[in-house]
């Protein structure tokens, strides 16, 4: 740390209780100064000669016959006036980072310039300040953590304003010219924190790119946010570090920022934090990670922050939500709020995610170039993938929330739904966690949620999975035994053949359809029938499985081309025998016929047992 002495005798100096000072001398004191509660006995001559404030008041003293002056607003108080009052008598003082900018504010108040006396209190300190102080790193930083309390008057002496430009400066000195000292414990890449041998084999270690980020997080979120202005604004650190630097200061500064934050401390402060944070984040995409910018995001709704602030986090997380994990996007609900999980901005954020690659889309149109075309848009296929695998994950997991509404896991999944994923094995699980964990929902709630899910795209596991689930709607089950029976037959097992209008229809019926209230006798049998028609099928889909050995082990689900003719011919009889499959891939489609039941009851409410104790609940209607 630098220091400066000033003066040459000896101090004189003497307390005499806690609120009485006087100077040891032959001379009696001829004037009390009173700072506070503290009283210092003095001698004018000595003041007079250095401080135009005190010429002012003694002047005024005498022609009221007082001998003491009263000073109760000078910076730095009792402790900052006496070391002016020593320095006036010739006495040694010491500054340093910690004393002289108070000490500065202190002799600007007593007028302690040159046109006193050359030499003076304020020449001094300035001369200290640009000689030593600013040019050192810590120093520097310590000046601007102690300019805080001596608030406006260092910013009308623009002594803040000079540190804040003497710190940006060296943030932005080429790394190998920092020869001082830093605070640095965070592990870097080794090629920016090893060790590595110069021309005359001497080991040195690299300086790292950021190795100023720790220090400035010493300082308050005011200085702070002036400080990294004015290292944006010279455009010399790059955009990561400038991140890097922002990610220190909010793990040091907001209270288990990694953990979502805990109630500790001062909200509106910690809510000036995450706003600063974010209103200093570097503009362009990648510049911070996405998970740190959902830690924020997160940190913004506990402390309450505005609405503009957690905009602007949507807007960027939604630019990189490829970057995203689970666990990350989980976010709480606001209080008050029976759901575990606010959807509704993790809709937000997805939408964002679109609407970047859209904007494209519609200026190459207007640029009249293109006009009449739409050119692709700049999100990438496997950036749309990894958000669709993103959201599937996100869906199974708020799945087990009993009070989420099927309206928000329908809406969030038909964001995604127009993004072609290779499998739906994802999905599956989500929407088959949901029915588990709501039972009670309708037939035309279950046929809802099931419409999101392409049979086609499960995997043989997830197949063998859905053909025994109860949970799932009949109609669904038919369709995963039809793909899964198309795939066991196909030599290759890699071409899936067109759907059959019939089995196209089970999700494409109307709401209107779905609603009507008409049954007839033999649509209930029918019910009944399809049950043990698909226990059959079941039975035989296994078998066949079985023989060609297609099981866990095949996990590619390709399938033998000597498989069993005989059984694939069986499966197909069944199939084809009874009169409601015949229904499901009949040319017509099922013209004319009753499709006015939603059928999406469990497999196990099927059960003839069940329908001869409760026909009311068992009643269905034909399963086109």
Partial sequence: MKFMKLGSKPDTFQTDGNNVRYVASELASDIVVSVGDIKFYLHKFPLLSKSSHLQTLISLNNEENLDEIQISDIP??????????????????????????????????????????????????DVFLSSSIFRSWK????????????????EDLKVVSHCVDSIANKACVDVSKVDWSYTYNRRKLPEENGIESNQNGLRTRLVPKDWWVEDLCELEVDLYKSVISNIKSKAFQS???????????????????????IQC??????????????????TE??????????KLLKAAIFVESGDRTKEELVKRIGQQLEEASVSDILIQAPDGDAKMYDVSIVQNIVTEFFTKDYNVEIESVAGGELEGTRKPGILSDASKLMVAKLIDGYLAEIAKDPNLPLSD???????VSSISRPAHDGLYRAIDTYLKEHPGIS????????????????SVDACLHAVQNERLPLRVVVQVL????????????TSTPDIPKGIKDLNNESNGSSRSGTTNPEDELDAVATAEELKALRKELASLRLSNGVGNNDKDGDIKPSMDKAVIGKVKGLLKSKRSFIKLWASKGGQGENSGSDSSESISSANPEEAKSTPSRNRRHSVS
């Fill in 409 to 415: 896991f329908v809406n969030l999944a038909e964001l």
């Fill in 239 to 261: 955009n990561e570090v400038i991140g890097e630097a922002l990610k220190a200061y909010a793990y040091r500064r907001l209270p288990n920022f990694s953990k979502g934050m």
């Fill in 285 to 294: 995409k990648g510049s911070v990670p996405c998970r740190f910018l959902l």
């Fill in 443 to 458: 037939k035309g709630e279950k046929k809802r949620i099931c419409k999101l899910m392409d049979c086609r795209k499960l």
């Fill in 482 to 493: 039809y793909f899964e029976q198309l795939r066991t037959s196909a030599s290759s097992g």
């Fill in 139 to 154: 120093d520097s930083i310590i000046l601007l953590q102690t300019s805080k309390s001596m608030l406006p008057l260092v």
């Fill in 265 to 282: 401390g001062d909200v509106s402060k910690h809510r000036v934090i995450v706003e600063t944070i974010v209103w200093l984040l570097p």
């Fill in 76 to 125: 730095g108080g009792a402790t900052t006036f006496e070391i002016c009052a020593k320095f006036c008598y010739g006495m040694t003082v010491t500054l340093n980072a910690y004393n002289v900018i108070a000490t500065r504010c202190a002799a600007e108040y007593l007028g302690m310039h040159e046109t006193i006396e050359k030499g003076n209190l304020v020449y001094k300190i």
